[in-house]
């Protein structure tokens, strides 16, 4: 299975990703991305928390 974006966060500074990434049939980490650059997170409520963050606006 391929990576899949789950969900468009937006806000003044702009739009983030939180995608969930897939290895082997599995589940292994969720990534929000925003400007240029990936960060892992290990479930769905902090990739939403940090991907508001990064755009400015409370999720």
Known sequence: MADEQVAV???PKGKAEIIE???GGRLIEYQ????????????IGE???DAGEKVGTKT
């Open 47 to 49: 990739a939403y928390i």
């Open 32 to 43: 929000v991305r925003f400007d240029g650059k990936v960060e892992k997170c290990s479930n």
């Open 9 to 11: 966060v937006e806000g």
């Open 21 to 23: 990434v897939w290895e």
